[in-house]
């Protein structure tokens, strides 16, 4: 779907898949935390050519871990502070 309201930001916005894993919660061990969230967000961005996956908590050992395994590091953008921002690109996305 292309957006024709000649705004770069809109446009963006409309063409790329945008995820933030923010939960669940993983921070004693009665909760489950963010394994599956991740895993489900790297498989989804491999269905699109582009998508942008914001991952919460990345100070945390196993978000941290998990992302960099599932996601890849090689797709991560910025990190600030707890947040890590990846751009996960494909040439072909499988549908």
């Known amino acids: 779907m292309k957006h024709q309201s000649g705004h770069r930001l809109i446009d963006k916005a409309l063409t790329h898949l945008w995820i933030l894993v923010d939960g669940p919660r993983g921070n ?7 394994m599956k969230s991740i895993y489900t967000a790297a498989n989804l961005a491999k269905k699109h050519q582009k998508t942008h996956i914001f991952v919460h908590d990345c100070d945390r050992d196993v978000e941290s871990i998990y992302s960099g395994y ?19 690109t494909t040439a072909e996305a499988t549908q």
């Not at 004693?28 to 963010?34: E, F």
């Not at 890849?72 to 921002?85: F, Q």
């Open 28 to 34: 004693d061990t009665q909760a489950p935390g963010r």
């Open 70 to 88: 599932f996601i890849s590091n090689k797709y991560l953008l910025k990190k600030i502070e707890k947040l890590n921002h990846y751009l996960v």
